[in-house]
């Protein structure tokens, strides 16, 4: 399985980092070898002393697209998670300003703590859906699937025009405003709606 990811999908995410609204979707790979399952702890990297938070809505793709057009999008995942998108953001700063890949920021060992997915079923409007992170408790980040840029099915539309999507494979939509730094000791949880679907701490 591949792990893809959307940046810049959240217009409010785009103002806090100062970066310009991108033309088209933004598309970033995470190894698997990113992955943490079962609320397993993350262990802050030693190469890093500035790892932000960015909690996503996640799609799990359950069959094999290529060139998938739009109104046919929805046949290709099956259910929403949600995921942390951990970003070393000195060594991603250090590459941008040198117009290099940011590659090593996003895709460390550990960067994507990924939930349990929950069928569509359960979601009655794909596009009104609330998901948020508490850090410690605190509520630092909401947002809701309308106020994306690009939609699901956009998503799968674009991606797979130059990269078949296979199943098991991950999606990470993008992110909305309030990322910041975690430290050592931090407790975070994620919900979807009303449920906490990630509950483990920073090592």
Same mark, same amino acid.
């Given at each position: 399985?591949?792990?893809?990811?959307?940046?810049?999908?959240?217009?409010?995410?785009?103002?806090?980092?100062?970066?310009?609204?991108?033309?088209?979707?933004?598309?970033?790979?995470?190894?698997?070898?990113?992955?943490?399952?079962?609320?397993?702890?993350?262990?802050?990297?030693?190469?890093t002393s500035d790892v932000h938070y960015e909690v996503k809505l996640l799609l799990r793709i359950c069959r094999e697209g290529k060139n998938v057009e739009k109104q046919f999008a929805h046949k290709y995942y099956d259910a929403i998670g949600l995921?942390?998108?951990?970003?070393?953001?000195?060594?991603?700063?250090?590459?941008?300003?040198?117009?290099?890949?940011?590659?090593?920021?996003?895709?460390?060992?550990?960067?994507?703590?990924?939930?349990?997915?929950?069928?569509?079923?359960?979601?009655?409007?794909?596009?009104?859906? $609330?998901?948020?992170?508490?850090? $410690?408790?605190?509520?630092?980040?909401?947002?809701?699937?309308?106020?994306?840029?690009?939609?699901? &099915?956009?998503?799968?539309?674009?991606?797979?025009?130059?990269?078949?999507?296979?199943?098991?494979?991950?999606?990470?939509?993008?992110?909305?405003?309030?990322?910041?730094?975690?430290?050592?000791?931090?407790?975070?949880?994620?919900?979807?709606?009303?449920?906490?679907?990630? &509950?483990?701490?920073?090592?």
């Amino acid at each position: 399985m591949k792990i893809l990811a959307i940046g810049r999908n959240y217009a409010e995410h785009i103002a806090e980092l100062n970066n310009e609204v991108p033309d088209e979707p933004v598309i970033f790979f995470k190894p698997d070898t990113a992955i943490l399952r079962h609320n397993e702890p993350f262990y802050y990297p030693e190469y890093t002393s500035d790892v932000h938070y960015e909690v996503k809505l996640l799609l799990r793709i359950c069959r094999e697209g290529k060139n998938v057009e739009k109104q046919f999008a929805h046949k290709y995942y099956d259910a929403i998670g949600l995921g942390i998108d951990f970003t070393a953001r000195d060594l991603q700063t250090k590459a941008k300003s040198k117009g290099l890949p940011w590659t090593l920021a996003k895709g460390f060992n550990g960067s994507a703590p990924v939930s349990e997915f929950l069928p569509l079923t359960e979601f009655p409007d794909l596009q009104n859906i $609330n998901f948020s992170l508490n850090v $410690n408790g605190e509520t630092k980040q909401k947002g809701n699937s309308k106020m994306m840029l690009n939609t699901f &099915d956009d998503i799968i539309a674009y991606i797979s025009q130059f990269i078949t999507l296979k199943t098991g494979d991950i999606i990470f939509t993008g992110t909305p405003e309030g990322v910041g730094p975690v430290k050592i000791g931090d407790r975070l949880e994620g919900y979807v709606e009303d449920k906490k679907l990630l &509950d483990f701490e920073v090592k």
